[in-house]
């Protein structure tokens, strides 16, 4: 039996107009899998995870962010359908246009409570949670915990 595989260390990015907090940037995804999503993506070697969350922003969609905080990591073993992965994501503040680039073929603003949205990866539970913060001031709750 072969070990199990590390998770990978990545980085998504709750991008909003400035101080505008019903309205967040969504790009979709030019690879599988499809979707829209939040702009993300994997952290390179010997880059901190802040740093991974602005070069990524920039990357898919041209806009230069500013971190407002950690929502919160997520770990779920089946968040990626291509392997495990480990997110933080960060709540950012962005002025300016989006263009899509780089694994982004398009980028829209949407309101994070629009459920038809058709969002990839644990993207859907990443909005509730951002959602819960915008309502009660309160981080991602922790998941999977026995005492």
Same mark, same amino acid.
């Given at each position: 039996?072969?070990?199990?595989?590390?998770?990978?260390?990545? #980085? &998504?990015?709750?991008?909003?107009?400035? *101080?505008?907090?019903?309205?967040?940037?969504?790009?979709? *995804?030019?690879?599988?899998?499809? /979707?829209? =999503?939040?702009?993300? /993506?994997? #952290? &390179? =070697? /010997?880059?901190?995870?802040?740093?991974?969350? #602005?070069?990524?922003?920039?990357?898919?969609?041209?806009? @230069?962010?500013?971190?407002?905080?950690?929502?919160?990591? $997520?770990?779920?073993? @089946? *968040? &990626?359908?291509?392997?495990?992965?480990?997110?933080?994501? $960060?709540?950012? @503040?962005?002025? /300016?246009?989006?263009?899509? =680039? &780089? !694994?982004?073929? !398009?980028?829209?603003?949407? !309101?994070? %409570? !629009?459920?038809?949205?058709?969002? %990839?990866? +644990?993207?859907?539970?990443?909005? +509730?949670? $951002?959602?819960? $913060?915008?309502?009660?001031?309160? #981080? %991602?709750?922790?998941?999977?915990?026995?005492?």
């Amino acid at each position: 039996m072969a070990p199990p595989k590390t998770p990978l260390i990545t #980085v &998504d990015i709750i991008i909003r107009p400035l *101080r505008e907090i019903r309205c967040v940037l969504l790009i979709e *995804r030019r690879h599988s899998p499809s /979707g829209w =999503a939040l702009p993300g /993506g994997f #952290v &390179d =070697a /010997g880059e901190s995870l802040e740093a991974a969350a #602005v070069r990524e922003a920039k990357e898919e969609t041209g806009l @230069n962010v500013e971190l407002e905080l950690l929502l919160g990591c $997520y770990s779920n073993p @089946n *968040r &990626d359908p291509r392997g495990p992965t480990v997110s933080a994501t $960060y709540v950012a @503040n962005a002025q /300016g246009e989006p263009t899509a =680039a &780089d !694994d982004a073929k !398009d980028a829209k603003f949407a !309101d994070p %409570a !629009d459920q038809s949205l058709k969002l %990839a990866f +644990d993207h859907r539970v990443i909005l +509730d949670d $951002y959602l819960r $913060y915008i309502k009660t001031g309160e #981080v %991602a709750p922790l998941r999977n915990c026995r005492s």
